[in-house]
């Protein structure tokens, strides 16, 4: 089992939609957005239990974030942001939670109704919509400009549609056609006027990002109630990628050191330095500066330094680190995203 308890967070308010279930009593997936502030925990555990069939929601905390919200003892988890995870080893189901950090959407199913679907062989990935992640796409102008233009209707505030011109910037960064505006560099627009959009898209410059939803995305959303966030975006469209550093410790260990510092954004980080030239640390393509994310495919959030050399250190001769390097890390921040 597995408690969710980030320490640090956002205190932003939790979203949730019931939804009804049929006449023959087979419910319907329920989702949850899960927002958590630096003294709370998402009060749940993830079970997996022997003779029952996927990953079962237990210990539902009394008064808890999760209990609040609607999750109920038995639930069975079906998608973690987007991901269908029911066909997935439960300790990779539990690192997608802890990886997606202090905001989380879950779908989830009733007990029985899960049971009575597997019972008849339905493809429960069928039950839930394909795509219901909002992209952050980073445009750089060209000589034609950003490759959209911006409408909305008269006298609203925050209400923006995006045209996209084919192959322009924009296309190429990722922006779905016909999809709607929720931040510009890190900022929601809805409280932007026309007028205050289109300055602030001349103050940007030659590059800007946006947190865009498709249509289909958006209407998920607005329909459940539930708020548009850079925390649950598809980022595989941005040019700036996280790592994975695979080593295996040589004679002379890994070679690198760890150095916590101070991250852009004002928080504290860990850092990796004095990469040896020839080691392994090199070898898996660590550089100078990176900064580290997650060891073994945990999180290091929260952690302080001691505690995250010991968990580098708590396989042998192995381990995995998630990096990003530090113009990667202070895009991330510039644009409010947090960890990638």
């Excluded at 932003?12 to 709370?40: C, I, M, Q, W």
């Excluded at 009060?43 to 003779?51: A, I, P, R, S």
């Excluded at 445009?139 to 045209?163: A, C, N, W, Y």
């Excluded at 004095?274 to 080691?279: M, R």
């Amino acid at each position: 089992k597995f408690e969710f308890n980030p320490k640090d967070g956002i205190d932003n308010p939790a979203l949730s939609l019931t939804e009804d279930t049929d006449a023959e009593g087979v419910g319907e997936p329920r989702f949850y957005l899960l927002s958590k502030g630096s003294t709370e925990t998402f009060g749940f555990c993830l079970h997996e239990e022997l003779g029952c069939q996927g990953h079962i929601i237990r210990q539902v905390k009394f008064g808890g974030l999760a209990q609040r919200r609607g999750l109920q003892d038995g639930d069975r988890l079906l998608q973690v942001n987007g991901l269908f995870v029911d066909h997935m080893d439960h300790h990779r189901v539990v690192q997608k939670i802890k990886a997606s950090g202090n905001q989380v959407l879950l779908a989830v199913l009733d007990s029985n109704s899960y049971e009575a679907h597997k019972a008849l062989g339905t493809d429960l990935s069928q039950m839930l919509p394909a795509d219901i992640r909002p992209r952050l796409c980073h445009i750089t102008r060209d000589k034609s400009g950003f490759g959209f233009s911006v409408s909305g209707p008269e006298g609203m505030k925050g209400t923006f549609q995006l045209s996209v011109q084919q192959d322009g910037p924009a296309e190429r960064a990722g922006v779905p056609p016909g999809s709607w505006l929720v931040e510009l560099n890190g900022a929601s627009v809805q409280s932007y006027s026309y007028a205050q959009l289109t300055r602030k898209l001349k103050q940007s410059g030659s590059k800007v990002t946006l947190l865009v939803a498709s249509s289909a995305v958006e209407e998920f959303y607005r329909l459940r109630g539930l708020r548009v966030t850079a925390a649950l975006a598809d980022t595989s469209w941005l040019p700036f990628k996280v790592r994975e550093l695979r080593m295996v410790k040589g004679p002379a260990g890994y070679g690198f050191l760890l150095k916590e510092d101070d991250c852009s954004s004002g928080a504290t980080g860990q850092f990796l330095w004095d990469v040896d030239a020839g080691l392994p640390a090199e070898q898996a393509g660590m550089k100078e500066g990176d900064r580290l994310l997650a060891v073994n495919g945990e999180s290091i959030e929260g952690l302080d330094h001691q505690q995250t050399v010991l968990r580098i250190r708590a396989r042998d001769d192995q381990v995995t680190l998630l990096v990003i390097d530090p113009a990667g890390d202070e895009f991330y921040q510039s644009v409010g995203f947090g960890d990638p």
